[in-house]
C-alpha cells in the first residue's frame, strides 16, 4: 500500500526496528539524543498557544518516542503509525504509567475522513519518509482544529545533510541503520513553507537542530542547514 502518509517499504524498515527502538544505545540513539530538545522546543510553544495541556496527534510516532514524551509533560496524545510492530513496542513501553496515552494503527487520511480534528499535531522526521509531502502537509492541515499548531521536523536537502546524516551517521559513525534516509527525498525550509501555505498553513517558527558531542544531546541552533523543527498554525 501506498498513499501520501505511507510507503509499505518505509513501515516495514520501521517494524524491523520496533525491538530495539527504545534502546538509548541502539539504531535510534540519535533520535533518543534530539527527543528532549525538540520536546522541549514543542512543549513551550504549545504553552505559549494554549496556556494549558492540549490533545496532540502525533503521526508517524513509531515506538513513541515524542509521543511517550509529550504525555508525561501533560498533554493527552494520540500516536498513529501504520507499523504495527513498531507500535506494541509502544504500548509495551508505556504500559502501567498513567499517562493519557493512546496508539492507533493507521494512516492520517482514515482520521481525515473519520472528521477527526486536533488542536495540536506533531509529524517528526516523517515528511522525509512519505510518497507525496505535499498532500501529506494537507491531510495533516485538514487534521487541524482552527488556530491550532503544526510541528514537522526534518533533514534539509543540502550537501551539508547529505555528509553528516547519510555519509556521517549511516556509513561511518553506523548511528542510523544504512539506507535509513535518501538525500533526494529531504524538504528544504522553502519547499516546507510552500506546502503549508499550498495546505492553508502559515510557517510561524523554525529553528535548527544540532548535536552537543561533549553532553550526547541536540539543543536549537539558528543554522537549518541540517535539521531543523518548524511549527505552522492554521
Do not use: K
Not at 181 to 193: G, I, K, S
Request: with cysteine; glycine share 10%; charged share 20%.
Amino acid at each position: 500500500m501506498q498513499a501520501g502518509s505511507v510507503d509499505a517499504a518505509e513501515v516495514a524498515r520501521f517494524n524491523a526496528l520496533a525491538a530495539q527502538w527504545w534502546d538509548p544505545r541502539g539504531p535510534m540513539r540519535p533520535l533518543h539524543q534530539m527527543n528532549p530538545a525538540r520536546i522541549a522546543w514543542i512543549d513551550a510553544r504549545l504553552r505559549r498557544r494554549f496556556a494549558a495541556p492540549v490533545r496532540v496527534l502525533d503521526v508517524g510516532c513509531g515506538a513513541g518516542l515524542a509521543a511517550e514524551a509529550l504525555a508525561r509533560l501533560g498533554h493527552e496524545v494520540v500516536g498513529l503509525d501504520a507499523a504495527g510492530e513498531a507500535l506494541e513496542a509502544a504500548r509495551g513501553h508505556a504500559e502501567g504509567l498513567g499517562l493519557t496515552l493512546s496508539y492507533r494503527q493507521g494512516a492520517a487520511e482514515e482520521l481525515l475522513a473519520e472528521g477527526a480534528r486536533f488542536p495540536a499535531i506533531t509529524a517528526l522526521e516523517v515528511i522525509e519518509h512519505v510518497p507525496d509531502p505535499a498532500a501529506f502537509l494537507a491531510t495533516l492541515a485538514g487534521l487541524l482544529e482552527p488556530g491550532g499548531l503544526l510541528f514537522v521536523s526534518t533533514l534539509n536537502r543540502t550537501r551539508r545533510a547529505w555528509l553528516t546524516a547519510i555519509l556521517g551517521a549511516e556509513y561511518v559513525l553506523r548511528l542510523l541503520p544504512p539506507g535509513t534516509h535518501e538525500w533526494q527525498r529531504f524538504v528544504t525550509p522553502a519547499e516546507l513553507d510552500a506546502g503549508l501555505r499550498g495546505a492553508g498553513l502559515r510557517l510561524a517558527d523554525i529553528t535548527g537542530m544540532a548535536p552537543d558531542p561533549l553532553r550526547g544531546t541536540w539543543r536549537p541552533v539558528r543554522s537549518v542547514a541540517v535539521n531543523y523543527l518548524a511549527m505552522a498554525s492554521a
